[in-house]
């Protein structure tokens, strides 16, 4: 092909991206519009979940793991809550599980520890581009649903947490939060993860407690978990999108 058939072709696809964009820009205007988006996402949430129900994300060897775990969103929460147990190396920490459950539970980080784990050498994905490996030891969450025994008419396992994310993460901030589907919290990859590479979680990475959702992108592995929540609907949690993130415009569904 030519330089200048090149260019041309070049040209046109610029020009129909930027209608397309103006487009979008006006639709956002429209009553209709943010309901056909929202059930473009709910489609291709639908699509992908039936195409990989079942699938494992890749697992990785010792060697492959990466020098340096990179952390990512908060790093270091500053709360009085948190601090104090930092200060005591979470000995005092506790996770309660309620919501639409039948048997509401709160677990030490001994307690964590002490039931089955599962260990696993994974890919985090960061929505920014970057990517780091890291070996991952935790109790799988359909562990703790099970003693919990979801209702009936739950839906979601939504993750509340320590970290705040405005005003410097003090008690003023926006409380973190963050959500997945029943798919995703009984798949066998899904840990409440307490170590990293062999060590306890550090805090930059979201100790004591943290989730690993491998199947999506690094804003879904909620950091410093204080509960977590059964509902039937995300509507009156955040500003109702199922995520901090999301709240922000953010996909709800962040497979890879």
């Known amino acids: 092909m030519s330089t200048d058939r090149r260019r041309f072709l070049r040209n046109v696809l610029a020009a129909a991206g930027a209608g397309l964009l103006a487009g979008c820009d006006q639709l956002s205007q ?4 943010p309901k056909v988006l929202g059930q473009a996402e709910t489609l291709s949430h639908a699509v992908q979940r039936a195409l990989t129900r ?7 060897t010792e060697a492959d793991i990466s020098p340096v775990f990179r952390a990512n969103g908060s790093t270091n929460p500053q709360t009085s809550e948190y601090r104090a147990l930092v200060e005591n190396n979470f000995i005092d920490y506790r996770l309660t599980v309620g919501g639409l459950v039948a048997h509401p539970l709160s677990f030490s980080l001994e ?6 784990s599962r260990t696993q ?3 985090h994905d960061c929505v920014e581009g970057w990517s780091v490996i890291g070996k991952w030891k935790g109790v799988q969450l359909s562990r703790v649903l099970e003693l919990a025994k979801p209702r009936g008419d739950a839906r979601y396992v939504v993750f509340h947490c320590f970290d705040r994310m405005d005003d410097g993460g003090l008690e003023g901030g926006t409380p973190y939060y963050e959500s997945i589907g029943f798919d995703d919290a009984y798949h066998p990859q899904t ?3 307490y170590e990293l590479n062999d060590q306890p979680l550090p805090i930059q990475n979201g100790a004591p407690l943290r989730a690993r959702i491998e199947r999506q992108l690094g804003y879904k592995q909620a950091k410093y978990i204080s509960s977590i929540e059964l509902t039937d609907s ?11 993130w999301e709240d922000q415009g ?3 569904y962040a497979g890879i």
């Not at 995300?234 to 901090?244: S, T």
């Open 191 to 193: 840990l409440l993860a």
């Open 30 to 33: 429209t009553e209709w519009a």
């Open 54 to 60: 079942g699938a494992l994300a890749r697992e990785y």
């Open 111 to 116: 307690q964590l520890r002490a039931l089955p």
């Open 234 to 244: 995300l509507d009156d949690i955040g500003d109702g999108n199922g995520g901090y």
């Open 121 to 123: 050498i994974t890919r």
């Open 250 to 252: 953010y996909e709800w």
